[in-house]
Structures are given as structure tokens and as C-alpha cells.
């Protein structure tokens, strides 16, 4: 550190860390680390500045629900509504890999028409994008991440990869549900899982390990076959000459006279730094990113920061069965059935869809502490009653749907006047499921009745939830209607880029992660043509 440096941080001021470089990324999940590899892949000076630690995940994680709270993003988030969306191990992830590090690695492809719901439904927003201008990125994920997953897979349009490895083994909730849904009819099939059935050389990180069937992806992989952020395109980042810096919280966006942006302000230790960069990509979540933009008052002519909050249709239902479950052991999210994504072509078989968009059915583990907690929420169980409820445990297997959830302009996110632990307002969202999802819910909770009920399930109970944190910041072809371009790139301020969660128009009928790292790949490859063309 030089010493006018030292002498500012003595006195309390903005400590200038090091020149300016070409990016700066804010933000190490899904969305920040691959455009991060990708820009660093290109030669490009990149510096990523994420808020939570860097893990070692075979050192650092325990098989232990408890110890691995520290992966949760546990600032307080005001919720409000009439179904207020839970925080906390739900919906949030903190670290150098962000939600990945104990997102449960499902990875399913949105299918053509989950892009056009509003062409399709007339409600509903269509995406900007075709799912041609993603299959390049989806290809190539699967290929570098190491899904593993069925050939042929039986749903959406004929794939031109296949998956790169064999699905991993079903766990006992899906042999339960698997049998039942083949005596209905139902067509099902192991899930597209980001977590390795092999051994697995990735290019430029070298040999990930196999799964474990240890059952605790939500709690972090300490073996690394679960392709998290931290063992996958951050180890590909720093191959390529990235700077990853760990603890830096991003409180300020700085703008030059012309109105772009000239660097960021953060927190590290307690001391306040500053990082020139000639561009920024946010990547910090659907919650933190638009949180930032109105802290800062930026990229928002449209009136669009913050609208449109989503969240997943994710009721699950309960049973309980004669056959030993272990609900704790196996990749929990083994077998999917992906015959709901538009059930109102099914007819009166399955109930009367009358609903937009559709939904994927999803076998479910659970560990110990997660299932308990939600049993004492979910049935007002508590000392004796829930004691005696957990003696079945290794008895208990679930279902649950990820369905698709309709933009709403009264479920927004704004800035309350409580301040958190740094001064600054903390986020409130605003929640409430609509009609549709309501329909869609009470439709696939008694869908998933009837499979356990097939499968011999007794004491079924429904869980009505939602899971994932989506939109706020949405893309769009209109300036007046959206935050960003179908590039990520922001309307009002031209050298900021969004690629998180936060772009999303719709929420689409498909677990997430993959669609935002394709996105954050596409980002990255159109902001390099950009330049390569000489483009501001
Ligand atoms: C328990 C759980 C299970 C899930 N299972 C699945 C699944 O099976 N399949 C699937 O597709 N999706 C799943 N998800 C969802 C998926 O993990 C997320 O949708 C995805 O990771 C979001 O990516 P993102 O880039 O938008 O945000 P994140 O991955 O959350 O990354 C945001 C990062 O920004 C950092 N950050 C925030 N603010 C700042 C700041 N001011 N300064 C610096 N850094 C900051 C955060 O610490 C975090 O690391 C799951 C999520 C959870 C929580
Ligand atoms: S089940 Fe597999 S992917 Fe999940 S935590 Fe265990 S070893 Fe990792």
C-alpha cells in the first residue's frame, strides 16, 4: 500500500486498491463466476468482489445442518404480503460460489415455450429471448459443469449433446415415486443433476472427485462433486488471472461526469476501499442487486428496479411409508417428471389446469433439522408431538413441484427505513401469490396426493410454499419497460451489466441456476463482441 494510501485509511477515508481494471464483477454465483472465467479467459483485467468468505469445502464443511448455516445469507431482509417470502436457508446463499454452495444442483433446461408465456397464455411476460440463443450456452454448461442425466432426456426439443455422464443412483423417495407415477401413467425420469456420477476432468480445474450419495448438497458438498461456483468456474477464473476478492462488501457505484460508471466503494475489515473499473457487472442476486441500484439511485428511468418479484410455485406433500426411506441419503432431487409443463393439454385425467404455464414434479430428500423445522411450521408440531412425528423420519419421503410463477406489479422489493449493521436501509419484499399460482398449486397438490396415495403413503400432509428469488430487475427490448437489454446490459447506464436472477421477465418452469449461468456466458460473449468492434 502506498503511503497517501495508508494515511487516508489511518483517517478514516476511501483507500484507492491498486488501477483501474477492464471489470469489476459484485457478486460469485451463478450469474458472476462463469462471466467472470469468461472475461478473464479473454485476457481481460477482472477483479471479483464478493461479500461472504472463501471456503475449502473439504476442510471447511461438516456433515451438519447447524454448522452450515454460515452458507446462508443471514442480513435481515424485511418480508411482506399475504405469503411472505422466507429468507434466510431458503433463499439465499452467501460466499465466494453464492447460492450454488448449498443450492441442491438439480439442473433442468427451460423449455422453448417457457419464453413465451404471454404468446402462449396471454399472460405472463415473454423473454426478449428464443431458447435457440441459450441452447450454445446450455450445451456447453452440461458439458463443463459434468451433469449428470438421462439419454435421451424425454421432455422439450431433440438435444444435439448428451448429457456427459449417467444419472446418478434414485434415492428412496424416487423408487417410491417412480413406481407409483409408471402404475398412473405418469411418465417420469432420473433428473439432470450438477453433481458428478463419475470422476470427471473438468477442462482447466483438473479431476473432480464423484458423488458420495451423502445426501447433504444443501448443506455445501465437502467433496466437490457438486458443481458449486467455488470448484467449478471460480478455480477456471483464477487459472485465467482473476482476482477474487473474498469479504468485500459493495455498498457505492461511482459515476463520471458523463454518467457511467467509474468504480465501486466497498467494505472490507471495516475500512472503506474503492475499485476503479471501465465496467461493472452486478451479479449479486435478485435481492442485492436491485438493493444497490436504488441505494445508489441508478439505472432506474424505467421505474422497473425492484418490480416484478417472483418466486417459484413450490408446494410440497408429505407421506409417510412402510419401506425404508433414509430421506438423508442420495442426491435429493432424483427423479423428475417433467408431463406437467403443460397439463392443460393432459385433459380431465390429471384435474382441471386451468391455469397458465405448467410445472415440473421433483422427488425430494430432506435432511434431519431442515425436515423437522419445516414440519414444526408446516403442522404446528412442537416438544412431544414433533418428537414423536421425527421417529419416523427414515420413514418419510416427498414430492414437490417447481412451477412457474406470473410477474405482478404489487410484489416488488423496495428500501424500508430500518438500517442494518452498516447503516444502510435494509430490503422489504413484497409477496403475494396470484390466482394462477394458487390454481396451479391446489391442482399439483392433488396430483401429488394421488402418486403417494399410489405408492401406499400414509398421513400426507401438503407444505404450500415458494422457493427462489426472481425478477426485479427485468430484461426487455423497451427502455421504458425494463432495466436491462437482452444482453444484461443496463438502458440508462452503458457500461453496466446485470447477470443474476434479477433479469429474469418470467420465472420460467424450470429450477434456475442453469438458465442464469447460460445467461451470464451469453452476457459476457456479447459484451466481447462489443468491444472487439470498438463499441463503447
Ligand atoms: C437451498 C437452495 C437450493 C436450491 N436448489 C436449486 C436447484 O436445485 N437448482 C437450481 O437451479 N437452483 C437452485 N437454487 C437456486 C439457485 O441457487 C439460485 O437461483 C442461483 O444460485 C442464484 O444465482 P445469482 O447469481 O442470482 O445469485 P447468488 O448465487 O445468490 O449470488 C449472489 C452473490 O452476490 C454476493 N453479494 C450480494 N450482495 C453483495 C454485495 N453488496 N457486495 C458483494 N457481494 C455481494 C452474495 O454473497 C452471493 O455470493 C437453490 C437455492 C437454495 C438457497
Ligand atoms: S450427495 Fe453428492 S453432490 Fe450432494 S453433497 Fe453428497 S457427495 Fe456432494
Known sequence: MADSEMRAQAAGGTVDAGGTVDAVIAGTGAGGAPLLARLAR????????????????????????????KLFWNDERLSAGADPTPFGNNNSGIGVGGSTLHYTAYTPRAQPDDLCLHTQFGAGCDWPLAYEDLEPYYDELEAFLGVSGPSPYPWGPPRRTSYPLAP???????????????????????????????????PGVGWRRACTNRGFCQ?????????????????????HGAEVRAECFVT??????????????????????RQRCRTLFLCA????????????????SSGQVGRNFMAHTGVQVWGRFEEDVRPYKGIPGA????????PQKAGPAWGDADFAGGYLLQSIGVMPVTYASQTARGRGLWGEALKAHMRGYNHTAGINILGDCLPSPDNFLELSDEKDARGLPKPRV???????????TAHADALMRAIWAEAGGQDLWSFPRSAHTIGTCRMGRDARTAVVDPDGRSFDVPNLYISDNSTFPSALSANPALTIMALSLRTSDRFLERAQRGED
Open 219 to 239: 448443506a455445501g458438498c465437502s467433496t466437490g462433486a457438486k458443481a458449486s461456483m467455488d470448484v467449478t468456474f471460480i478455480p477456471l477464473a483464477l487459472a
Open 168 to 202: 446418478l443412483p434414485l434415492n428412496g423417495a424416487a423408487q417410491l415415486m417412480q413406481r407409483a407415477c409408471a402404475k398412473m401413467g405418469l411418465r417420469t425420469s432420473p433428473a439432470a443433476n450438477a453433481a458428478l456420477s463419475a470422476p470427471y476432468h473438468q
Open 285 to 300: 442476486g435478485a435481492v442485492e442487486t436491485p438493493r444497490l441500484l436504488l441505494l445508489n439511485g441508478l439505472a432506474n
Open 42 to 69: 479473454a485476457g481481460l483485467k477482472v477483479v471479483a468482489l464478493e461479500a461472504g468468505k472463501r471456503w475449502d469445502p473439504a476442510n471447511d464443511f461438516a456433515t451438519d445442518e447447524r454448522a452450515q448455516a
Open 430 to 440: 413484497h409477496f403475494t401469490a396470484g390466482e394462477n399460482e394458487k390454481k396451479m
Open 335 to 342: 427423479l423428475i417428471s417433467e408431463d406437467t409443463h403443460r
Open 252 to 273: 457505492q457505484i461511482e459515476l463520471d461526469k458523463q454518467g457511467r460508471v467509474s468504480g465501486v466503494v466497498y467494505t472490507r475489515d471495516g475500512h472503506e476501499e
